[in-house]
């Protein structure tokens, strides 16, 4: 059975400009790099999770942001299926909030490589809002479709 990931596209609307939020992963593999590295807040999660509520617990321990919004204001997104075999389950919500400051659980890894030590990493070392031109650059290619989906579905 294919490995599962739920997560929040958040966006909103300013200065006549729609923003969707993204998060940049942490440790060491990603710290110089920049496009097309960002994520949309998601995560794992099993069978006997509703994937909508893994969704925001995953927003919430990557990025701080507690989601406490009725579940018919989400806009559920169709899901993309990476070239891994993952399945993302993931939904849109328009949410404007400010983020001066976040909060990511941590996870743990050998590093450096083959040295036989453990190193402890933030799962998010970023987090932004970006125009949508700009998020379609900065955004993972297996991701780039809940981008398009959401601003195909706001064009409407």
Known sequence: MPKKSAGLLLYRFKDGLTE?????????FW?????????IPKGEF????????AAKRETEEETGIVIAVADENFIQL???KLKSGKIIFSWALEFDATIPE???NLFEMEWPPKSGKKASFVEVDKTAWFSIDEAKKKITAGQLSLIEELQ???NK
């Open 46 to 53: 099993d069978e006997a999770e509703n994937s909508l509520q």
């Open 20 to 28: 969707v939020f993204l998060v940049h992963p942490g440790g060491p």
């Open 31 to 39: 710290a110089k790099k920049d496009l097309g590295v960002w994520s």
């Open 102 to 104: 976040f909060k990511s």
């Open 78 to 80: 169709p899901p993309v």
């Open 152 to 154: 195909e579905g706001l």
